[in-house]
């Protein structure tokens, strides 16, 4: 029973936003202390977004505000009003994975899973501005990521065959049998992981 029967407190307060998630127009009703991740996962179920530090360090909430990579567990939901999110879960145009998240799977720069979508999402918004990235550019978009699992190096390899392919018009799988072997076939190729993690669905 509340305390003061008759009186609301802040945390039981809600507000209704409404915005774009994944192309779609959203409107839901939300506690008024919520962030952007905690409505993404715990109102619209969209858990592919990861709940880590809480304080901005590790990257693992990573989403795009209108196209700008953004940790959604500092940001109040209403900073969301009327604008455009996309989480890991929007980042495929239809049923089939990315290139970027199928870059991801074939090189197994996704290990474990907690921190990809983050990343995805960081290296999402570097692909759309700078289709021929380096080493240093790549480094770059993604300090504010951490990865436990990966040593960085294939998360950096995934993010210039998904840049190539991009630019080339070619598959994910053509780009990096150029890269490691001429005498490699692409259908021979192995995806790592289960196409889950790099999409979040």
């Not at 009186?7 to 507000?15: F, I, N, Q």
């Not at 980042?91 to 970027?100: D, Q, R, V, W």
């Not at 065959?161 to 080339?168: G, S, Y």
Request: aromatic share 4%; with cysteine; hydrophobic share 35%.
């Amino acid at each position: 029973m509340h305390p003061f029967p008759g009186l609301v407190s802040g945390r039981d307060m809600r507000e209704i936003i409404r915005f774009t998630v994944n192309g779609d127009l959203t409107e839901t009703g939300v506690p008024t202390h919520y962030t952007l991740l905690e409505t993404l996962r715990y109102i619209l179920g969209l858990t592919g977004s990861k709940q880590g530090c809480d304080k901005g360090d590790c990257g693992a909430c990573t989403v795009l505000l209108d196209g700008e990579a953004v940790l959604s567990c500092l940001l109040p939901v209403q900073e969301a009003e009327g604008r455009s999110v996309i989480t890991v879960e929007g980042l495929a145009a239809g049923p089939h994975p990315s290139p970027l998240q199928d870059a991801f799977d074939l090189t197994g720069a996704a290990q474990c899973g907690f921190c990809t979508p983050g990343i995805l999402c960081s290296a999402s918004q570097l692909l759309s501005e700078n289709q021929s990235p380096n080493r240093e550019d790549i480094a770059q978009a993604l300090s504010g990521n951490l990865c436990r699992c990966t040593g960085y190096t294939k998360i950096f390899e995934a993010v210039e065959v998904a840049a190539e392919a991009t630019r080339l018009g070619l598959a994910p799988a053509d780009v990096l049998t150029a890269r490691r072997s001429s005498d490699t076939d692409s259908s021979t190729l192995a995806h790592f992981q289960s196409p889950q993690i790099v999409t979040g669905k």
